[in-house]
Nanobody, 116 residues
Framework: QVQLVESGGGLVQPGGSLRLSCAASGTPFSIAAMGWYRQAPGKLRELVAISFRGSSTNYGDSVKGRFTISRDNAKNTVTLQMNSLKPEDTAVYYC??????????WGQGTQVTVSS
């Protein structure tokens, strides 16, 4: 069974940092892209950051310069380092993987809350 397992969410004060991790397992098929989306209450799910197999990355405008995505293709893992967190970063963060032969797979989500 294909699955994405996320870890690292929690409560942090404004200006703080958190690190999210995601590990993919359950299939030998290659992953074309792997990254993170988020969804805040009452809002649409939006791109946070994504890493493509050729090493290029893309970030949502609101997180550029604060968040960094890194990926280990050999281990099928992706990490999101989040710095200078703001209250508006509060959301459920979902790991995402686009498998070459399977299509899109989503994780269960992990809550990130930025509050004093």
């Amino acid at each position: 069974q294909v699955q994405l397992v996320e870890s690292g969410g929690g409560l942090v004060q404004p200006g703080g940092s958190l690190r999210l991790s995601c590990a993919a397992s359950g299939t030998p098929f290659s992953i074309a892209a792997m990254g993170w989306y988020r969804q805040a209450p009452g809002k649409l799910r939006e791109l946070v950051a994504i890493s493509f197999r050729g090493s290029s990355t893309n970030y949502g405008d609101s997180v550029k310069g604060r968040f960094t995505i890194s990926r280990d293709n050999a281990k099928n893992t992706v990490t999101l380092q989040m710095n200078s967190l703001k209250p508006e970063d509060t959301a459920v963060y979902y790991c995402y993987a686009d498998y070459i032969r399977l299509g899109s797979v989503w994780g269960q989500g992990t809550q990130v809350t930025v509050s004093s």
